[in-house]
């Protein structure tokens, strides 16, 4: 969520750390700061706001240093405001960043103030700096102190810390927070993301769960959880810098939403030749784990989760294999029994995402037959924490709300549902007709998106509206979800979904013609079903939006706006279905004006609880 720069170097820093904080404003925040070392001590900077006042401000006092750390904040512990910015500092010569919660803050800050510490801050992250300074009062230096210190936190944290009296050195710490190490020629650097670091390097070491490390401009040296020296393979980025930009399009969301058929073709490359390929894109343990799966468990948050409820149809449908989905903050904290030759899925964009991350964590289980991550960051904690992953190939997803990640995660659902069904016996011709399916899907998601007009003027009946209604059955009561997920996210519209079939039991009490109700209307076997579910919003003057199959023969008529759809194959529906939903959000908040990419509370990798 918060965004870690720093960088060490035998020049100014300044402009690496304003520029990497730009790169990771897409994470959600509300105030940002830098802290600066040079011959003549400390400087720091912080401002309420977008990372640009910090960078005026940083200009307007010539604000310089060959060590530097940078912060972009989202409020956890006290409001955002300037004082509440990181970095923090205690005595004048030490600055500290910090990524996470520490849950025993208020123990520490008692023992603190008793022993005269004075607090300028609201936050648990001015306890941390305040511990190291007093550990090196008591002689220990700095890569010791903070290695003393974080013994004493409950909780999770990510750390940039540099002081004074050792200004050519910058120490960092990972502990259920992300970080990255990046390696230049003679100068290195430290990120939340290593998309931070685009502009400067290209090859980084990916902290492993406890590691701290001390960097210099020629050096990294790194400890275990167990202070024991190790070695961390350097890794080469093979992405651009271009990869996040906007280009020609407005938003991220805008340019993410469009990128789709290509992100898809991408993830489907060289995976779906042939029925007996499908498995080899899960790794080389596949085969072994997956002969022994007798039932799924998928656990996810957000958009992830609604990608696995997707999921949960196609696994019963078409493998005839038992699913369980669950939020994974809920799933973390209570008992649960887990059915023999269970496959433990978690899927998430980030990989770093701390619920999920936890519930993973939580799987001792000898029921258990294998951890799965569905996962668009292949250096990611879920990643290198599970046996087998499945790497989505959307590329940078920079908008807080999810689109191109989204979809690629069904199409690794999906294939996944294709690989264990074939390991239960699923005949090869009905997996090539799914496969065949695929092979089609990013020249219907083109269709689809090809509909932006007509939807941009579709959008214009919401902007006024405070509510909207989102209708779905069967597979497509998720895509519902999601669409209202969407709306609710980027517009600030009260949005919810609800299974069509659901209406009479309640949700018909908010039907008037100030409430839209927005449905989606595949030509399957659910079709008459919903279009009685239709008719009963319109009996009391609700107001319809349906985008529907071009086959399935939905009227339109007085308040009943139709969309016509592609003819889409049943399977893939689900996916194709959410473009238009994307884009219905997209267009309603920019003619709200809202932030579209970076909406109001909300961050794109949640790290915290």
Known sequence: MCGIVGAIAQRNVTNILITGLKRLEYRGYDSAGVALLNNSGISRVRRQGKVAGLEAAATQEHTEGFTGIAHTRWATHGKPSEANAHPHMSGGDLALV???????????????????????????????????????????NLFDAVQAVTKKLDGAYALGVIHASEPHKLVTVRSGSPLVIGLGIDENYIASDQL????????????????????????????????????????????????????????????????????????????????????????????????????????????????????????????????????????RYRKHVVPEGTLFVTISQSGETADTLAALRDTQSPNYVGRLAVCNVDSSSLVRESELVFLTKAGPEIGVASTKAFTTQLVGLLMLVLALGRQKGLADNEIEKVLEELRQLPNLIEQAAALDKPIEKLSEAFVEKHHALFLGRGVQFPVALEGALKLKEISYIHAEAYAAGELKHGPLALVDSEMPVVSVAPNDELLEKLKSNLQEVRARGGELYVFADKNAHVKEGEGIHVLNMPAIPETIAPIVYTVPLQLLSYHVAVLRGTDVDQPRNLAKSVTVE
Not at 104 to 120: I, T
Not at 231 to 254: I, P
Request: with cysteine.
């Open 98 to 140: 910090h990524n996470g919660i520490i849950e025993n803050f208020q123990e520490l800050k008692d023992e603190l103030e008793a022993s005269g510490y004075h607090f300028e801050s609201q936050t648990d992250t001015e306890v941390i700096v305040h511990l190291v300074h007093q550990a090196l009062d008591s002689g220990l």
């Open 196 to 331: 931070a670091l685009l502009p400067v390097t290209n090859r980084f070491i990916f902290l492993e769960e406890g590691d701290q490390a001390e960097i210099t401009t020629d050096s990294v040296r790194i400890v275990d959880a167990a202070g024991n020296p190790a070695t961390r393979e350097a890794h080469e980025f093979d992405g651009t810098h271009e990869d996040a930009e906007k280009g020609e399009y407005r938003h991220y969301m805008q340019k993410e939403i469009f990128e789709q058929p290509a992100a898809i073709q991408k993830t489907l490359e060289g995976r779906i030749d042939n029925p007996a390929s499908l498995i080899e894109s899960f790794g080389e343990k596949a085969p072994a784990i997956f002969d022994k799966v007798k039932t799924v468990q998928i656990v996810a948050c957000g958009t992830s989760y609604h990608a696995g409820m997707v999921a949960r149809y196609w696994l019963e449908d078409i493998a005839g294999i038992p699913c369980q989905v669950e939020v994974a903050s809920e799933f």
